[in-house]
């Protein structure tokens, strides 16, 4: 049992990793709290499930269009809502108002749109439902899938960041707002760009997560809400305290729900993150970008 | 005399940067002290710790018998500890009067209503402000937006006042009225600690001076004493001029 | 007592007393419309006494909210109807100084984030105590209390908090609220505890927002924790109090009353898109205003009504 338990958590912690990757480089390199993070992740769960169920296309095949997709998404949201603020913001307060106003608004948006197309209902699929032998125990194969892609995609991410002159560059933003420019970096565009990484993450997080979890049109909100909380405890603007801040709380629901109630998931997360808060509150592993 | 403000072992780190280090002074009740030493050598964090704008990482600050480190700075405020800041902080949204009533509501006087307003008006007499009374405090100049901090913290009835380069950028008829009126103060009762840079100010005001540089004191002695100290000099001017 | 005083007095009598006997006039609907419009001209007025002056954006709303409706189908059985309204104050009260403890020193988006959460938290906590503890999810509420009953009681509790923000906005809390509002660090070197003054603020709106939940919860007659924990009920009643700008007296009532009929006319003619609509207005809303919305509540509305006080920060 406990191996299926922390089986299971790696998977979900995986997930939430490729999410609030996603979301600490929008929130840490764009500077701008996009409270709608989670409808996208909601949108390409449905995308993977229409493609699935209408058209007996595999999720997997799913993701190469989802991952553009939310890039392209990411990107015009950046472009045509937050830029226009950004650049008449006079004060860091008066943008923090616009731009949760704004992101609220596209919230409410996506998920009246999710909500006239698919109904209030709770959705999944069943694809690669079949237990796999694995550590001594059985999990589903869907699950195991998931966990390969979120590895895949996190490391590739990390390694575009890590390794490229383009990547150095957006975490130049997130550690230095303020000297990138001196260095030639745009940092508009570099904004842009991490809305748009964001956007992808997302999406290819909604499809991996599609694949095992039941969703409804109007869950984007919790994910919004489980990935910020871990953006916070790894360290805003930081991968690996990300990656890590994802597999500890997908660990920590995992157990709580297979130890104590199911219902007391949401709870654990949310005692998690006060603690961390109150007891280090630049998170887990500092501020610093690695 | 007993020693009214006592500063032992006062360390403030920042990440890997010590600020100040184990720095200890003190000063008597009634005495006007002058806190030196060139640009980054600790002397506003010393004047933050005091006031509780940031906690000590390490030493003692007491003021009489009470330990002002570790309380938050509501609570040294009200143990009689006011402060004018570097970069002046009016409340630009509020009147000059009101800004004044701030300090008489939630100092030690606790005033409120037709007594505070009074009282307020009284406070920017002293500092020659009470022609703008009625003013929006964000319309003021500069130079008046110091005054009005300075009755602001006047009107706290403070035991100890801690001015941070109060007296800079005003011209030579101001620096006058200037000095003048904290000389005043001193006659009242009032113990001041000031950063400073305007030796004319120093000399005219400060019995005594303590230096520091990159956080360490350097000398303690009586001002002309202290100016002169090989060290201050080298610390200011660098090794060549010593 | 000066006599612009009594006859701004005079005048909330009056408006008090009219409102009070627009009972003896109005429809059914009339009635229920205006306890809805009522609902949220009190949860605004609590949001915007908090939130206006220290500029914490809340989203706890609804989670107070819940907890006096949900205090109130929990208790109707076992308490008599007066009682009942005063522990579910007390709940409220009690939840908003733990919460108001753990998190006041959280800033901006942290803040933001938390508050939401917590609405979401609770509400799981009680689907949770339900599902495990009592077995069933939702609850009946008989209470005889009539729709008039209730109206009177939100007008009451309206007028309630209204006064209290008038009195507050000349008191030395007022005063120590503006301070904190403007710069914290001359609000602590003044003497002003402000972790104290938020909590007490945090509470006291927190109340006052709980007493909504308590007293419309019979309307219900029927609740479980996905209507009275509804998010859409925080993010309706921010966007009231700021538009009609929190930190006036009048803004909350100013924001509540035209945006409350809009979204009732949205929701009775777009049911299925309602959502979309709205978020569409929030959008428009700050593209419109040129030069952002806190631009527009602290200069538009000083320009448009030259008694206020403009509120301009300096940084």
Not at chain 1, 123 to 129: A, D, E, F, I, P
Not at chain 3, 10 to 18: D, E, G, M, P, Q
Not at chain 3, 61 to 76: E, L
Not at chain 3, 105 to 127: D, P
């Amino acid at each position: 049992m406990l191996v299926t338990a922390v089986l299971s958590g790696l998977v979900l912690g995986g997930t939430y990793a490729l999410l609030a990757m996603g979301l600490t480089l929008q929130y840490g390199i764009a500077r701008i709290m996009n409270l709608a993070y989670g409808e996208l992740i909601i949108v390409a769960a449905f995308l993977s499930y229409a493609l699935f169920t209408y058209a007996g296309i595999s999720p997997v095949w799913a993701l190469l269009i989802a991952l553009p997709g939310g890039f392209v998404l990411g990107y015009a949201i950046y472009g045509l809502l937050m830029a226009p603020l950004v650049r008449r913001a006079r004060n860091a307060a008066s943008l923090e108002i616009d731009s949760i106003l704004t992101t609220f608004g596209l919230l409410f948006v996506i998920q009246g749109l999710l909500l006239v197309t698919f109904g209030a209902n709770f959705t999944s699929y069943s694809y690669l439902n079949d237990a796999v032998q694995i550590f001594g125990t059985r999990l589903a194969a869907n699950r195991l899938l998931a966990l390969v892609l979120a590895v895949v995609l996190g490391a590739a991410i990390y390694l575009v960041l890590t390794r490229t002159l383009w990547g150095t560059a957006l975490r130049a933003v997130a550690v230095a707002p303020g000297s990138a420019p001196l260095v030639g970096i745009d940092v508009e565009r570099a904004a842009r760009m991490a809305f748009a990484l964001g956007g992808a993450l997302a999406a290819a997080g909604g499809v991996v997560i599609s694949m095992y979890q039941t969703f409804t049109a109007t869950s984007g909100v919790v994910f919004t809400m489980k990935a910020l909380i871990i953006v916070i405890m790894g360290g805003v603007g930081n991968i690996l305290g990300a990656l890590s801040a994802g597999l500890l709380l997908g660990l920590a629901e995992t157990m709580v729900a297979t130890y104590v109630d199911p219902g007391l998931t949401l709870a654990t997360t949310y005692g998690l993150f006060l603690a961390v808060l109150l007891w280090r509150p630049t998170g887990l592993f500092g501020r610093a970008v690695r | 005399m007993s020693p009214f403000l006592q500063v032992s072992g006062l360390t403030r780190r920042f990440g890997g940067l010590v600020a100040v280090n184990d720095l200890s002074f003190s000063v008597a009740k009634g005495e006007i002290v002058g806190l030196l030493g060139p640009n980054g050598s600790g002397k506003t964090t010393v004047l933050n710790m005091i006031s509780g704008h940031l906690p000590p990482s390490d030493g003692q600050i007491a003021l009489a018998d009470t330990r002002l480190s570790g309380l938050g700075p509501h609570k040294i405020a009200r143990q009689g500890v006011a402060r004018t800041f570097q970069l002046v902080r009016a409340l630009p949204s509020l009147s000059v009067t009101e800004n004044v009533i701030v300090a008489l509501a939630f100092g030690r006087k606790r005033l409120w209503g037709e007594a505070a307003r009074l009282e307020a008006l009284k406070r920017l007499e002293q500092v020659g402000l009470a022609h703008r009374a009625g003013q929006q405090a964000g319309d003021l100049t500069y130079i008046d937006q110091k005054r009005m901090e300075l009755a602001r913290a006047l009107a706290a009835d403070p035991q100890l006042l801690l001015l941070d380069e109060w007296l800079a950028g005003l011209n030579p008829t101001e620096l006058q009225t200037g000095i003048e009126l904290i000389r005043g103060l001193k006659s009242s009762g009032i113990t001041i600690l000031m950063v400073e840079h305007v030796m004319e100010a120093i000399r005219a005001l400060c019995g005594r001076c303590v230096i520091m540089n990159a956080g360490i004191k350097i000398a303690d002695a009586p001002t002309a004493e202290a100016l002169s100290d090989p060290a201050v000099v080298t610390a200011y001017l660098g090794e060549q001029h010593a | 007592m000066t006599p612009r005083f009594l006859l701004e007095i005079s005048a909330f009598i009056a408006v008090i007393a009219a409102l009070a006997l627009l009972p003896l006039f109005a429809s059914p609907y009339g009635i229920t419309l205006m306890i809805g419009m009522l609902g949220y001209v009190a949860l605004a007025i609590g949001w915007a006494l908090f939130s206006g002056p220290t500029r914490y954006v809340s989203l706890a709303t609804v989670a107070f909210f819940g907890i006096g409706a949900y205090t109130c189908a929990v208790f109707s059985e076992v308490l008599a109807y007066p009682l009942l309204l005063l522990v579910a104050g007390l709940i409220g009260l009690g939840v908003a100084l733990v919460v108001g403890l753990a998190t006041l020193r959280l800033a901006g988006v942290y803040f933001v984030i938390f508050t939401f959460g917590l609405a979401e938290l609770i509400r799981q906590l009680v689907t949770w105590y339900e599902v495990n503890i009592t077995g069933t999810l939702g609850r009946y509420i008989f209470l005889p209390v009539t729709p008039e009953g209730i109206y009177w009681q939100l007008l009451a509790l309206t007028a309630a908090a209204f006064a209290m923000s008038w009195a507050i906005s000349r008191s030395r809390l007022g005063l120590a609220l503006k301070v904190i509002g403007e710069d914290e660090v001359v609000a602590s070197h003044s003497g002003i505890d402000i972790a104290r003054v938020k909590l007490g603020l945090f509470a006291l709106s927190a109340v006052i927002m709980t007493l909504v939940g308590a007293i419309q919860a019979p309307r219900w007659t029927y609740v479980e924790p996905s209507i009275a924990f509804n998010p859409t009920v925080s993010f309706l009643t921010l966007i009231m109090a700021l538009l009609g700008g929190a930190n006036r007296l009048m803004g909350p009532i100013l924001g509540a009353v035209p945006l409350f009929l809009l979204f009732e006319w949205l929701s009775a003619n777009f049911p299925n898109h309602y959502s979309i609509i709205l978020g569409l207005i929030f959008i428009t809303i700050v593209f419109v205003l040129p030069n952002g919305v806190l631009d527009f509540i602290e200069k538009g509305w000083a320009r448009r009504l030259p008694v206020a006080k403009p509120a301009e920060v300096h940084k």
